[in-house]
């Protein structure tokens, strides 16, 4: 009897088709890319501390703060040159690269991006340029997918795959945001709502797996913290569908100004690194200036705006200069990603809105600007990168606070919707239907 109750349960186990030797095989490889890209982006915050410690945060700069006028050219131009010499990457912004090669490269990756992009973004955002380390910390991810794919001879399908997944695996771990990471594996490939398929799986078994790997050496909290917020007033749907409308708009400004700045660099007919450097100079003018916190990746700005540390008009200065600043560092040709700038913009605006709204509306609607500065944040990513369901998953994350969920929806929808055809990254195509991977299968 007992043996007769073995074989069934065994036979129950092998039947259909979703257990099999190539799954088995799937969940292997993508645990494998998972632990790589973990360790990968532990270096990468390292050097990240090391190189921000050494170069903007460094006892030299005492007496001479003079220098941060000259110091993100200095940067941007010795990552320029890097990549130049070493890895040849046409595109130094990151996520557009990687994108580009999961549509037309065949998840081909070079294994000099990892050490040499690293390098260079550091050099470009630890002196000051204003750009982000989650749009590297992609194409670094997307790299070590594409190794192992290469050291375990695979396909080119199956490369691909696990292209994604590593991406995925970063995000997931530097954003310390194992969920939205997974989805961000999927959801970044078109502009439109289409997701691929095929990488859902890979990219929710080595997201979770480089975030532990990651968390054990830096912790487990959150990015960023906030005050208590909650959603339990049906009314504040009418200022969270304004917030919405304000972060489209807000986006369509932030795309056009980067497009047209980085249109008009590549007109120029003078040397890549006059290009980078006098994008460097001019961030640098701008932060000595007029604002300081517009060096580096900009979180110190996102803890501001949750913590209402400033007024609507302020907040809004900060988003026009955020969009000038990193347009001047990546549309020039420097090294670093436009994701965490976009973060920063949808903060301010959300941030602005609410302030604003708390000073008309009464008391009773309870208008928190921190939570409209959270929400503001996932619908400017929803709006500019087109990645709506990471979004609201990833700010609920990075800040713990996930009692805002509805409105952050509300909100993503809206913008996702509104903004339809306008992206960030060039690389996305609409839908799978344009993409040259589903165009030649169907072929």
């Not at 890979?202 to 487990?220: E, L, M, N, Q, R």
């Not at 959270?374 to 087109?386: K, P």
Request: with cysteine; proline share 4%; charged share 10%.
């Amino acid at each position: 009897m007992f043996r007769r109750i073995s074989i069934s349960s065994l036979k129950f186990l092998l039947a259909g088709k979703g257990l099999s030797f190539r799954t088995g095989q799937y969940f292997g490889e993508a645990m494998l890319v998972g632990v790589f890209t973990g360790f990968v982006v532990v270096a990468f915050r390292y050097m990240i501390e090391f190189g921000e410690s050494l170069l903007m945060n460094g006892s030299w700069l005492e007496g001479r703060s003079w220098a941060m006028i000259f110091l993100p050219a200095l940067g941007a131009l010795a990552g320029h040159l890097l990549i130049k010499r070493f890895a040849k990457l046409e595109h130094a912004r990151g996520t557009d690269s990687a994108i580009r090669a999961y549509h037309q490269n065949g998840g081909y990756i070079t294994s000099a991006v990892v050490p040499i992009k690293s390098v260079a973004s550091i050099l470009t955002v630890g002196s000051g340029g204003s750009a982000g380390y989650e749009g590297p910390v992609t194409l670094i991810g997307a790299a070590c997918g594409s190794i192992v794919g290469r050291i375990l001879r695979l396909g080119t399908r199956q490369r691909r795959i696990l292209m994604a997944a590593g991406l995925a695996a970063g995000i997931a771990a530097l954003f310390q945001a194992p969920l939205a990471g997974a989805i961000f594996g999927f959801e970044i490939f078109y502009s439109s709502s289409d997701v691929e398929y095929e990488t859902v799986l890979p990219c929710f078994i080595a997201a979770p797996i480089s975030y532990t790997v990651y968390a054990y050496f830096f912790g487990w909290d959150p990015i960023f913290a906030m005050p208590e917020c909650s959603y339990e007033n049906a009314l504040r749907l009418l200022p969270y569908f304004v917030l919405a409308l304000v972060v489209t708009f807000g986006a369509r400004f932030y795309i056009s100004f980067f497009r047209g700045t980085e249109e008009t660099f590549a007109r120029l007919r003078v040397p890549g690194w006059v290009k980078v450097s006098a994008g460097g100079l001019a961030v640098g003018l701008i932060g000595y200036f007029i604002f300081p916190g517009v060096y580096g990746a900009g979180y110190p700005i996102i803890r501001r705006c949750l913590a209402e540390n400033g007024s609507a008009g302020a907040f809004l200065a900060m988003f026009v200069i955020n969009v000038v600043a990193t347009s001047l560092t990546v549309g020039s040709g420097g090294s670093g990603g436009v994701f965490a700038p976009a973060l920063v913009c949808g903060a301010t605006l959300g941030a602005a809105t609410g302030i604003a709204f708390a000073g008309v509306l009464p008391a009773s609607w309870g208008v928190h600007p921190s939570a409209f500065a959270l929400v503001g944040m996932a619908g400017f990513l929803a709006s500019s990168i087109r990645i709506p369901l990471t979004a609201i998953v990833m700010v609920m994350e990075i800040s713990g606070n996930h009692q805002l969920l509805a409105p952050a929806m509300w909100v993503c929808g809206i913008a996702f919707w509104l903004n339809n055809g306008w992206s960030l990254y060039r690389s996305q195509p609409h839908s799978r239907e344009q993409s040259p991977v589903h165009v030649a299968s169907s072929n």
